[in-house]
């Protein structure tokens, strides 16, 4: 009978994990809409359930777990011992279109919700448009109702009472008479230095950056006031930013605000999930089958819990929404069934190898796209293919041929601008535990998190040499782990024709970290941006290398041009007439 279909599909769900049927019944379109109305009702009633915390350190317990830093933290607990329903918002550009890492703010959200916040949720259009034009100015609208469509239908799917929530959009407000004069005040008392620092995590870096760019700090900044807000939460990208606003806010008479930072999840290949980046992130309306084919493909190394994109999903999605039982079901041959009870068992079990990766991705896809699915089947409401289609119509023409992008970039020559390059300051470096030619720095390249270097430098370069020191560096290599630890970037170096003699390239000493290498004539402003990440296969690199070398008076040069810097010309120390590598 219909009123037993709940009941029904619960039961079939239960019995099927317990099964080997599982995989043959799931995959049924049938069973499969049932599956996702269970689960999607499962988590409702288990938000219902969590209720709210209700003594101010329960409060406070609540909206900071999972966090990786809060600033303002005594302020915080202040407001909660004085009973105040504290006042967060979170905001999100409307550029790329939202993927599965979106689903890590929005269980915070819940948790925000459960500790009695008031939460709003800026749509930051105009943000979106100020960082390099990513949202050109006519999708503007479009694109604030296709991500208000996502992110509404992720809370519910998550069991989020959207009444709960408040909704603004940033052209609401931020082209107001008021708001436009605090712009102005703001760029009298902000430094050229300070505004490019605070952004270089967030707003896209390029050689000749627009003053836009320079803007964006200030108006999330200023966004904490006109929004009336204690606190606002983010990523701790954002970090500069938040800093930038504790620093600048009391300038102009407004009081500074706590900050809430998530950390980072990473994406399918180990590094940050992108919305530029196909192969690095999950659409929130990819397919089931997608989504699993990403999942398989994805970077998961048997024993790393460091670098884990899936390990990070289950941790700081899936515990906190389930909050009881994430199953892994196997083969009985490979231990069958197993069931835990809290992240810290998974990842336990995981670093011992107890846990392969097949096992865990499979895991992690059927709950993924459980709950996905109630956001999937929102949009194939006619109003909602119609939004995405105008929010994004690039987009739509890649699904049915190849993008002019692509074709544009496999056109487009092999020279040094397709490279990423940039300067980094070494913050630390030491001997690979496993292999004696490989040292494993940290170096600095302006970003929020220092980049993990592996190289093969210990044959040529004492280590006490390597600290402090501004060198150069390739950023848009594919990571690959070397001796069990990814390197996310290359130093450039000099040597000698027999390679018995490496120096590093270095940058003057003005130069900052992040700072971009560029050669007159293949400038980005004239030949595009960077490869987001080179592609291996095409051998890209090696190309370019052939024409990278030293002059007699150690200048580094790619066809005879010198490499640059806003502070002057990159060089080796004694190196002339060397190959660069």
């Known amino acids: 009978k219909p009123s037993d279909t709940a009941l029904f599909s619960s039961m079939l769900t239960r019995f099927a994990r317990s099964n080997r049927v599982w995989s043959i019944i799931r995959a049924t379109p049938a069973f499969r809409t049932m599956a996702a109305a269970d689960t999607h009702d499962h988590l409702r009633s288990q938000s219902v359930r969590f209720g709210v915390a209700k003594t101010p350190e329960e409060k406070f317990q609540l909206m900071t777990r999972n966090l990786q830093e809060v600033l ?3 302020k915080l607990k202040q407001l909660l011992e004085q009973g105040k329903d504290v006042k967060v918002y979170w905001g999100t550009a409307t550029t790329g279109r939202p993927h599965v890492a979106y689903f890590v703010p929005m269980s915070k959200l819940a948790d925000f919700l459960r500790a009695g916040c008031e939460v709003t949720v ?12 990513k949202a050109p100015w006519a999708l503007l609208e479009e694109r604030v109702k296709y991500y208000e469509a996502i992110v509404k239908g992720m809370l519910e799917s998550i069991g989020v009472p959207l009444d709960k929530l408040k909704f603004v959009k940033g052209t609401d ?58 606190a606002q939460f983010g990523g701790v990208d954002q970090r500069k930013i938040f800093t930038y606003a504790e620093k600048y806010l009391p300038s102009l008479g407004y009081k500074k605000r706590i900050h809430l930072m998530n950390p980072m999840v990473p994406g399918l290949t180990g590094t940050k999930m992108s919305a ?22 994805s970077f998961c190394e048997p024993g790393n819990v460091a670098e ?11 515990f ?71 929010a994004y119509p690039e987009a739509e023409q890649q699904t049915a041929s190849k993008s002019a992008t692509e074709k544009t970039r496999e056109a487009r020559p092999v020279d040094i601008s397709r490279l990423d390059l940039r300067v980094g ?55 690959a782990s070397m001796r069990g630890i990814k390197s996310e970037a290359m130093l450039l170096a000099a040597s000698n024709a027999e390679h018995s003699v490496v120096e590093l390239l270095k940058a003057p000493d003005e130069c900052s970290p992040g700072d971009v290498v560029y050669v007159e004539g293949f400038e980005q402003s004239e030949c ?33 041009r010198p490499l640059m810097t806003s502070h002057g010309s990159v060089r080796s120390t004694t190196l002339v007439q060397a190959n660069i590598r």
């Open 72 to 74: 303002g933290e005594e």
């Open 122 to 133: 800026l749509f930051a259009d105009l943000h979106a448009y100020l960082d390099n034009m």
């Open 173 to 230: 407000y931020q082209l107001s008479r008021q708001y436009t004069l605090d712009v102005y005040r703001m760029t009298s008392v902000v430094t050229e230095h300070d505004a490019k620092k605070a952004g270089a995590e967030v707003v896209k870096q390029v050689q000749h950056p627009l003053l836009s760019g320079l803007l964006y700090p200030g108006l999330q900044a200023l966004d904490e006031e006109y929004l009336k807000v204690d």
């Open 276 to 297: 530029s980046d196909p192969d690095s992130k999950i659409d929130m309306l990819d397919p089931p089958d997608v989504v699993k084919r990403k999942l398989k493909k």
């Open 308 to 318: 884990n994109g899936i390990l990070a999903f289950a941790q700081y999605v899936l």
């Open 320 to 390: 906190p929404l389930l909050e009881g039982e994430f199953v892994v079901e196997r083969d009985e041959k490979y231990g069958g069934r197993v069931v835990f009870k809290d992240y810290a068992s998974l990842q336990e079990a995981f670093a011992k190898e107890e846990i392969y990766p097949l096992d865990l991705k499979q895991a992690v896809a059927g709950y993924l796209n459980d709950l996905m699915e109630p956001v999937r089947r929102k949009f194939t409401e006619p109003n909602l293919q119609r939004i995405k289609q105008l």
């Open 425 to 479: 300051v070494i913050v630390s470096a030491e001997k690979h535990g496993d292999a004696d030619s490989l040292y494993v720095e940290k170096i600095d390249v302006g970003e929020s998190n220092p980049r993990t270097v592996v190289s093969g430098l210990a044959r040529f370069i004492p280590l006490d040499e390597l600290q402090g020191q501004k060198v150069i560096m390739l950023c848009n290599l594919k990571p």
């Open 528 to 560: 595009g941006d960077p490869d987001e990440v080179l592609n291996p296969k095409k051998k890209i690199f090696e190309k370019i290398q052939v024409d990278l070398t030293t002059t007699d008076q150690c200048v580094a040069v790619y066809k005879e």
